[in-house]
């Protein structure tokens, strides 16, 4: 989950940079580190954090906490998604986002972030 995260915060804070690159060279360089972040480390992140995911479930059953988390944790693999349609997107040189919109992107998993662990934390009945 941490990889995942990790990968989930630092993906869009690269296409910031990448949105504001001038020179092909740069633009090629972000490339290469966006899809291997993408592919390398949160692709395989996202498929642990659901295996283990449902072990919970296998363990603890489907609780009102954990059916929370799942429906959040369902969220971030929509966003993570979307990050690999953006990724696309920069592939081919079509991004259609300013480095502001992407600044903004890059905030949605704070927040899946702070009501995870607020359920982890806190296992509301």
């Excluded at 369902?74 to 993570?80: A, D, K, Q, T």
Aim: aromatic share 20%.
């Amino acid at each position: 989950m941490v990889t995942w995260f990790a990968g989930l915060f630092y993906l869009p804070r690269l296409y910031v940079y990448h949105a504001q690159a001038e020179d092909q060279i740069s633009k090629d360089r972000f490339k290469i580190m966006e899809r291997k972040l993408f592919w390398g480390i949160m692709t395989p992140g996202a498929i642990f954090t659901i295996i283990f995911g449902g072990l919970l479930i296998e363990y603890h059953g489907m609780s009102f906490w954990l059916q929370m988390k799942i429906l959040l944790v369902f969220f971030l693999v929509l966003y993570h998604l979307w990050c690999g349609a953006l990724l696309q997107q920069f592939k081919v040189d079509a991004n259609n986002h300013g480095h502001v919109w992407y600044r903004i992107f890059n905030e949605v998993p704070v927040i899946f972030l702070v009501l995870i662990i607020y359920l982890v934390v806190y296992k509301p009945i």
